[in-house]
């Protein structure tokens, strides 16, 4: 209490301290000497408020700027005190407010040098949410200039007051340091609060997605857009309550979730972590999938009807167009909720890993943190599946918590992004897309802003990085992670191959020689180790040197994979390759390679052997021929699955087809129970023989025997037909024309069901086949 009056004291004093001189001349008969006494005075109760604050261990909340600036001013005051008491002069009691104004001077300068600035400082005092906000680092640039604006200030404010002690008359002293100096404070304070006002119209506010209550966002605020449609804060709340009616008009149970529109989905979401439900999110539709996960008792929630396992799947739809129901809404303790997400990692088998929501809330505090600012004023897009893990943070949770709108459909083709050319745009993205990006746009896209875009899910060849930044304008940044560990690092690759640490993740070598990560969002108190080996580096940043299964055996000899497709690139002709082992008579490799422009152009016309033996004699320069690639096969894109992943396996199976001088598989994409591929049949094919010799095309038997072939090699069919249930032939495949076979095998029916199109998507041919067994895949 006694501190709270000396500080309330001084300060009344040093406001009142011209006014307090100048009555002591003019108007009391005061001698400067007697005027002395009380500039000392004030020194003293300084002295004593500072010293009586380090006392209480106040000095743990202040810097050492401040206390040096305290000691300082105190040291001065008494030094200018006994000048003007021994020499009775009051020049030197006018030099006061200089002192001040420079005192101050020097902290707010010294804790622009020495972040945060004061300013900063108080703001977050005010409001402590401002260091979990997406606007975090706007915020401190906005008060470091607003600091600099004090400093200069008070540079001006000292040459005045030491103008008016020098030159000026007493009135004209005290007038100045008196009135006219504090007037000009509260004009800086007035204009400050004004542009502080407009510039926080300008910020987004993040509010942890368990915490958000019915008025977090003004009712008109846009949660999600499509086209022209929208869906409005107040809207999204009604949603939420329709469903959240429904889950508790039943019994407590687990609730399987897959909806394609975002916006269903986390209205879904939000609605069974809300009512205490365990959601358990699955991309996987297929209705193999669904039934085994589907225990009794258990519910199913879509937006999008399929086959026998969705017979009793609650439609959203029919849910949120029935009559309007009381408001529901609370938060929810993010400790208890429970999820369980669905990850096939390296291995393409589908895993569950359970999670609790706490573990998602402290991975979007740290995205906030690390690229909140990138995000404020801007429209979430997404080229990924919102039901893994870099889809559902990206795409869904990180738009809710920030209050940013999102787009409810993925952009499906590098085209789209035209679209958005006038758009402030976040989009999250993946390797698989922004290959297809860098592979089929003529120009650059011309936007008005720079969009910001993120990819994961694999690593990102920095050659594809650069020719998308020609593209964007922005260079990618990528996100390491998976489903157990969260995210554990970030990068841009023009930076190099280093990976930089979220600042909660620590890292260390594990058994293996593998990356062990612990943060706050893994549970596990002994981290989670990865497949993957890592050389880590002093200052906590990483670089991944390949998986741990990477390392195979040849001849009796260890090999690297990674260090065989390196190789590879440094040709210079290679934009992406995979070695993978094969087993057959012997193990042997076999190198999948996707040729850059350059090695296009060098490549082009000469047979597949030419090709070989030149990347063979490449090689030959660091390893030993016997474990050198024995196959070799060249694609427009590597294999990959929904979420772009490249899996060993769906490159092994691509070498497991044997190969044929009458068709070329160009590209494959793996989903669940299903295959795309995309085809093209030389005019040298044998199928052409004998078949309209005038008009080549590809006959029914062919495309059908070749549905066959494909089928059992990468989905596990029998290769006997027992029946064709249905065929429909619309138009003929020509030679040399690229043709897109879709197929998808219901394992219970023993069913393959196949389509052949263009690449724009004409109808080529559709059937069914029934096959005389049901496949062990």
């Known amino acids: 209490m006694k501190s709270v009056a000396g500080k309330v004291l001084f300060a009344a004093f040093s406001v009142l301290y011209p006014a307090l001189v100048f009555c002591g001349l003019e108007f009391w008969g005061l001698s400067p000497r007697r005027l002395s006494l009380m500039l000392i005075g004030l020194a003293f109760v300084h002295f004593f408020n500072v010293t009586k604050g380090r006392s209480k261990g106040s000095d743990g909340s202040q810097d050492r700027a401040n206390i040096v600036k305290n000691f300082a001013l105190v040291a001065l005051m008494f030094v200018c005190g006994a000048i003007a008491f021994f020499a009775d002069n009051i020049l030197f009691l006018k030099f006061y407010p200089v002192l001040v104004s420079l005192s101050l001077l020097a902290f707010f300068s010294f804790t622009l040098w020495k972040k945060p600035s004061f300013v900063f400082r108080l703001a977050c005092l005010g409001d402590k949410s401002i260091r979990t906000s997406p606007s975090c680092r706007f915020v401190e640039r906005y008060c470091d200039r607003v600091t600099l604006v004090w400093c200069v200030f008070f540079v001006v404010n000292a040459t005045i007051a030491l103008g ?15 009135l006219i100096s504090y007037i000009l404070i509260g004009i800086l304070f007035a204009v400050e609060f004004m542009v502080r006002k407009m510039m926080q119209k300008k910020m987004q506010s993040y509010i942890p997605v368990c915490d958000l209550q019915r008025d977090s966002r003004p009712d008109g605020a846009i949660v999600c857009f499509d086209g022209a449609s929208e869906r409005t804060w107040s ?60 225990k009794p008792g258990y519910g199913f929630i879509t937006d999008t009807p399929f086959g026998d396992a969705s017979a009793d799947a609650v439609q959203i739809q029919d849910i949120l ?22 990850t096939s990692g390296t291995t393409g088998e589908p895993k569950s890993v359970p999670k609790r929501f706490s573990q998602f809330e402290n991975e979007l505090y740290e995205l906030v943190k690390v690229f909140g600012d990138d995000w404020v004023g801007r429209k979430v897009y997404s080229t990924v599946n919102h039901h893994h893990i870099y889809g559902l943070l990206f795409t869904v949770l990180l738009p809710t918590a920030t209050g940013l709108p999102f787009r409810r459909h993925r952009i499906d083709y590098p085209s789209e992004l035209v679209s958005l050319a006038g758009e402030k745009a976040v989009i999250a993205s993946s390797p698989a897309y922004l290959k297809r990006l860098a592979a089929d746009a003529e120009k650059p896209i011309e936007f008005k802003y720079t969009p910001i875009i993120y990819s994961s899910g694999g690593p990102l060849p920095e050659e594809v990085a650069r020719k998308c930044e020609g593209i964007t304008g922005y260079w990618t940044t990528e996100i390491y992670g998976s489903t157990e560990t969260g995210g554990i690092a970030y990068r841009q690759s023009k930076n190099g191959p280093i990976w930089k640490p979220f600042e909660v993740c620590k890292m260390s070598i594990g058994e293996n020689d593998c990356l062990n990560v612990k943060s706050s969002y893994i549970l596990e108190p002994e981290g989670f180790t990865t497949g993957d080996l890592v050389e880590i580096y002093d200052d906590g940043r990483f670089l991944l ?17 990674p260090e065989v497709e390196n190789r590879l690139k440094q040709t210079g002709l290679v934009q992406d390759v995979r070695v993978v082992p094969m087993v057959g008579s012997r193990q042997y490799l076999a190198a999948a ?69 009458n068709f070329k598989i160009l590209k494959m994409k793996r989903e669940p129970g299903t295959v795309t591929l995309k085809l093209v049949f030389p005019e040298t094919s044998d199928f052409y023989s004998g078949h309209f010799p005038a008009f080549k095309l590809l006959p029914a038997v062919a495309q059908v025997d070749m549905v066959v072939t494909l089928a059992h090699a990468l989905l596990g069919t029998s290769q006997t037909v027992s029946r064709i249930q249905r065929t429909k032939f619309s138009y003929p495949i020509l030679p040399n024309v690229p043709a897109i076979l879709e197929m998808s095998y219901k394992a219970d029916a023993g069913k393959v069901a196949f389509s052949y199109t263009l690449e724009e998507g004409r109808a080529l041919s559709s059937g069914t086949l029934v096959m005389t067994e049901a496949a062990n895949a």
């Open 545 to 561: 040197k390949g998986r741990a299964d990477s390392i195979v055996k040849i001849e009796e000899k260890r090999i690297s994979l």
């Open 235 to 294: 809207e999204f709340v009604s949603d939420v309550s329709k469903v959240r009616r429904f889950l508790e008009s039943s019994e407590n149970r687990p609730w399987i979730l897959h909806c394609e529109d975002s916006y269903f989905f986390i209205v879904a979401l939000l609605s069974m972590l809300q009512s205490g439900r365990k959601a358990m999110v699955t991309a996987n539709r297929q209705e193999a999938f669904i039934k085994e996960i589907k």
């Open 321 to 342: 167009n029935g009559p309007e129901v009381e408001t529901l809404w609370n938060s929810f303790d993010k400790n208890a909720a429970e999820m369980v997400m669905f």
């Open 164 to 178: 008016t002690a020098l030159v000026g008359s007493d009135r004209i002293w005290s007038l100045y340091n008196g």
């Open 593 to 661: 390679i996707v040729l850059n422009a350059e090695g296009r152009e060098k490549f082009k016309d000469q047979p597949k052997l030419e090709i070989n033996n030149f990347f063979k004699k490449h090689l030959m320069q660091f390893i030993e021929n016997t474990v050198s690639p024995k196959k070799w096969r060249y694609l427009e894109e590597l294999p990959q699955d929904t979420q772009g992943k490249i899996k060993m396996r769906d490159i092994q199976a691509l070498f497991g087809i044997p190969e044929s001088p």
